[in-house]
């Protein structure tokens, strides 16, 4: 079992939380996800049976943090 706890600290970290919550919520095989506020910080918590599983979620959710960091800086 493969566990990952990915800290945002963002002046935007309660946005992208709330923008990666839809996707903490769906079902994927192999990994199970959560997203949380701690304090000022956004919160990741990844579990995966394997190496492969963890890697692609891990890739997913920072690829859908850079989107909405970009988002923000545009629509400023």
């Keep these: 079992m493969f ?3 990915t800290r945002i600290n963002s002046d935007d970290a309660e946005g992208i939380i709330s ?3 839809p996707e903490a919520g769906r079902e994927l095989p192999r ?5 949380r506020m ?9 579990t995966a049976t394997d ?3 963890m890697r692609a979620a891990l ?5 859908c943090i850079r989107i909405t960091e970009e988002i923000g800086r545009i629509t400023r």
């Design 51 to 53: 190496a492969s599983a």
């Design 31 to 35: 990994t199970k996800a959560g997203v």
């Design 19 to 21: 923008a990666l919550s």
């Design 59 to 63: 890739n997913s959710y920072l690829e």
């Design 3 to 5: 566990t990952s706890e």
């Design 38 to 46: 701690e304090k000022d910080l956004g919160v990741i918590d990844i």
